[in-house]
């Protein structure tokens, strides 16, 4: 059974941190497409941050890029979102979703395909 639990929001002010994390179970962790996702109320659900857990390579949403760092411990088979410079347009509910892949793949392709497997979700509120 998969199971993918996402832990780590939380409340900060603007300009604050946090580092969200995604524990996978139940399925070949070590080569699978991984992204976190995000949904504020009344907008859609967007993609936020990719990454290859064969390899390590990641993609990111424009909005994220130079403030938040996707990254796994494979030890624990579990995916991070280290999240900095926080804005309150980053508040929202974030999702980590899983894909096992067969084959390698590129940061951008994992940005790209569609998820199997979804997780909870955990809040994250930026204030000002």
């Known amino acids: 059974q998969v199971q993918l639990v996402e832990s780590g929001g939380g409340s900060v002010q603007v300009g604050g941190s946090l580092r969200l994390s995604c524990a996978a179970s139940?399925?070949?962790?070590?080569?699978?497409?991984m992204k976190w996702f995000r949904q504020a109320p009344g907008k859609e659900r967007e993609g936020v941050a990719a990454?290859?857990?064969?390899?390590?390579?990641?993609s990111y949403a424009a909005t994220v890029k130079g403030r938040f760092t996707i990254s796994q411990d494979n030890a624990k088979n579990t995916l991070y979102l280290q999240m900095n410079s926080l804005k309150p347009e980053d508040t929202a509910m974030y999702y980590c979703?899983?894909?096992?892949?067969?084959?390698?793949?590129?940061?951008?392709?994992?940005?790209?395909?569609?998820?199997?497997?979804w997780g909870q979700g955990t809040q994250v509120t930026v204030s000002s």
């Open positions: 990454f290859y857990t064969g390899g390590g390579s990641t």
């Open positions: 139940g399925y070949t962790y070590s080569s699978s497409c």
């Open positions: 979703a899983a894909d096992p892949t067969p084959a390698s793949m590129s940061g951008f392709d994992c940005y790209i395909r569609s998820y199997k497997y």
